[in-house]
């Protein structure tokens, strides 16, 4: 089974100032995919990063990027340069590429609140 | 990018009623459609994984007869609330997933439709 932990409930950052949201993971398989998705408070999913289990680098996407540790079973995702727009819960997810539906487990997110 | 839409975006019905959530991918060809379900304040939880023309595989401890999924077509599938109660309101989440050729992003990506917020009185 896949399991996905996010440890901080709750985290506060000041604009312009960079944050780390925690994520860490549990698979057997070693072909699988990890998600960042942003959830404000409107409701809908937005993807923000993706790492594939197998890339060599760790994944960016403009201020976003992901601090792979496969070894730790870790992928953190860094937030440069805070924005008041940045506000919102934050779901870590993974899924399986292997056997495994194509199915997403998320994380219980974490609840970002930028500050001025 | 692919773009996944819901319809209605929030209903409110009274107890014993049904509800019908339509999910529809805009720009491209979904074979598989996965149905969530979200709590205040939680995660989202899978309920079930529809395959164009084939049945809805459900996950573990969701009524299949209570949550009625069909997808009919490769741009839509449907989510029907049976007999809904006050514990059934949450949030429903419908995301999308083409294979690759067929838009959607390839192997990597779902796509979330807007979601639906139900409340049962």
């Known amino acids: 089974a896949q399991k996905i932990t996010q440890t901080q409930p709750g985290m506060f950052v000041q604009e312009k100032e960079a944050v780390t949201l925690d994520c860490t993971y549990d698979?057997?398989?070693?072909?699988?995919?990890l998600f960042w998705y942003k959830q404000p408070s409107s409701g809908e999913m937005i993807f923000l990063i993706y790492q594939g289990s197998y890339d060599q680098q760790n994944a960016t996407e403009g201020r976003y990027s992901l601090n792979f540790q496969k070894a730790r079973k870790s992928a953190n995702l860094v937030i440069s340069a805070s924005q008041l727009g940045d506000s919102a819960m934050y779901f870590c997810a993974m899924r399986v590429l292997t056997g495994g539906g194509n199915k997403l487990t998320f994380g219980t997110g974490t609840q970002l609140k930028v500050e001025l | 990018g692919a773009v996944v839409s819901q319809h209605p975006s929030w209903v409110i019905c009274k107890s014993g009623t049904s509800v019908k959530i339509e999910c529809r991918s805009l720009?491209?060809?979904?074979?598989?459609m996965f149905w969530y379900r979200q709590f205040p304040k939680q995660s989202l939880m899978l309920m079930a994984t529809s395959n164009e023309g084939s049945k809805a595989t459900y996950e573990q401890g969701v009524e299949k007869d209570k949550f009625l999924i069909n997808h009919a077509s490769l741009t839509l599938s449907t989510l029907t609330v049976t007999s809904a109660h006050p514990e059934d309101s949450s949030f429903y989440i419908c995301?999308?997933?083409?294979?690759?050729?067929?838009?959607?992003?390839?192997?990597?990506?779902?796509?979330f439709g807007p979601g639906t917020r139900l409340t049962v009185t």
């Open positions: 720009d491209f060809q979904a074979t598989t």
């Open positions: 995301s999308a997933r083409g294979g690759v050729g067929r838009g959607g992003g390839g192997t990597y990506e779902q796509y």
């Open positions: 698979t057997s398989d070693p072909s699988y995919g």
